[in-house]
């Protein structure tokens, strides 16, 4: 029997646009994030793999995902309470080794539905999946249990680009 917290979590997070934890788990590199694009990069670590030695569809699906999530992050108030409501993945090659980018941009916005897209790229710069989602933004929802290094429950930026 498992002694781990099973929720709910409080946890602290970098700023407004930077890694969860679950992102952190898996290794996600916010590269930049503004005016509503992101690209992020994850590398293919063993522990990602699925049975046949190829990375697993979950694990790019959740750096699309994100990527997607970043490129939002980047229009809407610090704060904001959003979240995934479909999306549609397409792979078209495996990943075998290497580090994967993904290339997200938001297409539309009518009242709190947000879409986005995402394309996948290997290190040979080999598109590997396409993602399309779907978002909702929360009605009067304040997003409880996350702090930020300045011990506020909302940051201040809103911009994200890395250090060089």
Do not use: C
Request: aromatic letters at 8%.
């Amino acid at each position: 029997m498992t002694t781990a917290s099973t929720g709910p979590h409080q946890f602290s997070m970098e700023g407004w646009i930077s890694p969860a934890p679950f992102e952190k788990l898996l290794n996600m590199t916010i590269v930049e994030a503004a005016e509503g694009r992101a690209t992020l990069t994850m590398p293919f670590l063993v522990q990602y793999a699925q049975g046949a030695g190829l990375m697993h569809g979950g694990a790019l699906v959740s750096l699309a995902d994100t990527s997607v999530v970043m490129a939002i992050k980047s229009l809407l108030p610090p704060g904001s309470h959003f979240a995934t409501i479909r999306l549609e993945t397409k792979f078209l090659h495996p990943v075998k080794k290497g580090v994967v980018t993904a290339k997200a941009a938001l297409l539309s916005r009518v009242d709190r539905i947000i879409e986005g897209q995402a394309t996948l790229y290997d290190e040979e710069n080999r598109a590997v999946m396409e993602f399309a989602s779907t978002f909702k933004i929360a009605r009067d929802t304040v997003i409880e249990g996350i702090t930020y290094p300045d011990g506020s429950a909302v940051p201040g930026e809103q911009k994200y680009t890395k250090p060089e």
